[in-house]
């Protein structure tokens, strides 16, 4: 067994591991040996993955549909999976919306608060306490570089991810002392089925990452929190934002935004 599968496994469980990095940190973790719990609400994708990574790496793999817009959801994930050896919490599944906050689909943010704030934090509410019991594991969540500032015409979904980062954060010094190390991903653009899901082509944007580097830079550095972001181009750009006077640099982003829908 290797050293990570000793310290983090048997089992990881991963949400939105269905497509991009979620499924990445699935296939990843499955070459480092771990047996995997995927969650998302497309079975079939799931199904399609677990089958691969099975036959693959020879691991166990279960899948558990949900929606994590449904309050419920993180509790039923928990109550499924009790009797498992989770070491490791990956709360990566998510969501973004772009554009004029006051005309942004109030439903759909209801959602995206629930997705991206509600379930990481019940989710690590859930788990703390096996992995407590353990004295070993880790939490990994996904944030975004969108946390580092309130980022215009994407208000909502800038505010949900500076929560992860703040939950990740506070969490990382609360469990050192338990042996669990918790890591917050803030990724730049990354390859996924996320930029299309907004109406961006990702083909014409500059500065994109393949999922799989940012999942394996990510785990390779899981004990070297509190977090990771992931792009040498997107650290660098929110370094220069958030030294910049705080009107400042919010009037460039929004200008600069509003540039990008002109052209
Ligand atoms: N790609 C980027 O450039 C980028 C940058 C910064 C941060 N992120 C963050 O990275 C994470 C992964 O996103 P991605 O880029 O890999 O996008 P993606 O390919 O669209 O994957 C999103 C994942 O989240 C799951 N998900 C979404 N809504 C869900 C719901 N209601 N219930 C359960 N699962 C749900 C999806 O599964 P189903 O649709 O099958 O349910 C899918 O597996 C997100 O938290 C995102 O905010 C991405």
Redesign the pocket.
């Known amino acids: 067994m290797t050293d990570f599968a000793d310290r983090y496994g048997p089992v990881a469980l991963v ?9 990445a940190f699935a296939e990843d973790l499955a070459a480092r040996g771990l047996d995997l719990v995927l ?4 079975v079939d ?1 799931l199904e399609a993955i677990a089958a691969d990574l099975a036959g693959r790496h020879g691991i166990d793999v279960t899948i558990l549909e ?4 449904r309050p419920d959801a993180p509790a039923a994930i928990a109550a499924q999976t009790v009797s498992r050896n989770i070491g490791l919490l990956v709360s ?5 919306m772009k554009g004029d906050h006051a005309t942004n689909d109030p439903a759909e943010m209801t ?1 995206l608060l629930m ?2 704030c509600h379930a990481p934090l019940q989710l690590t509410r859930s788990f703390i306490p096996q992995l407590r019991a353990r004295g070993k594991g880790g939490i990994v969540l ?5 946390a580092l500032i309130g980022c215009p015409y994407s208000a909502a979904y800038s505010a949900s ?1 500076a929560l992860v980062k703040a939950l990740g954060e506070a969490l990382w010094a609360e469990l050192r002392d338990d042996g669990i190390d918790v890591l917050t991903l803030c ?4 390859e ?4 299309a ?1 907004i109406g961006y082509d990702i083909s014409k944007m500059a500065h994109v990452m393949k ?1 799989a580097d940012v999942a394996a830079q990510t785990l390779d550095r899981i004990a070297d929190g509190p977090t990771f972001i992931s792009s040498d181009h997107y650290r660098a750009t929110f370094e220069t934002l958030t030294a910049m006077p705080r009107p400042d640099a919010l009037i460039a982003m929004a200008v600069g935004f509003r540039a990008s829908q002109a052209s």
């Open positions: 949400t939105g591991a269905s497509s991009g990095i979620g499924k969650v998302a609400r497309r994708r949900a929606d994590l817009a990566n599944a998510g969501f973004s959602d997705v991206n996904t944030s975004s570089v969108e991810k990724p730049g653009a990354t996924s089925e996320a930029a899901r999922a």
